[in-house]
């Protein structure tokens, strides 16, 4: 049974820095393409960003790009989201995804889903 299990979300301020993690079982991590994702309330579910299998390319949404950092440990089966300089509309739930096609913004693309981690960024 595969399950991708996110931990690290909480409640913080603008300017805050948090890490997400995401620990997968059950997939051959090394093999996946890893995903973040997002949905605010009200709000469809948006790319956050992704990275490749070995962790060499890495992919972000605009709105990110510059303060979220994607990294994996193949060997902990692990995915990383290091989130700085929160603000508040980076308020939502956040999902790891994992894919065995190349990194993808679309959410179709990935196969395996976390439950997802509430981050809560106050202004």
């Known amino acids: 049974q595969v399950r991708l299990v996110e931990s690290g979300g909480g409640l913080v301020q603008a300017g805050d820095s948090l890490t997400l993690s995401c620990t997968t079982s059950?997939?051959?991590?090394?093999?996946?393409?890893m995903g973040w994702f997002r949905q605010a309330p009200g709000k469809e579910r948006e790319f956050v960003s992704a990275?490749?299998?070995?962790?060499?390319?890495?992919y972000y949404a605009d709105s990110v790009k510059g303060r979220f950092t994607i990294s994996r440990d193949n060997g902990k089966n692990t995915v990383y989201l290091q989130m700085s300089r929160l603000r508040s509309d980076d308020t939502a739930v956040y999902y790891c995804a994992a894919s065995l096609q190349y990194p993808q913004a679309r959410a179709a693309e990935y196969t395996y889903w976390g439950q997802g981690t509430q981050v809560t960024v106050s202004s």
């Open positions: 059950g997939l051959t991590f090394s093999t996946h393409a």
């Open positions: 990275i490749n299998w070995s962790g060499v390319n890495t």
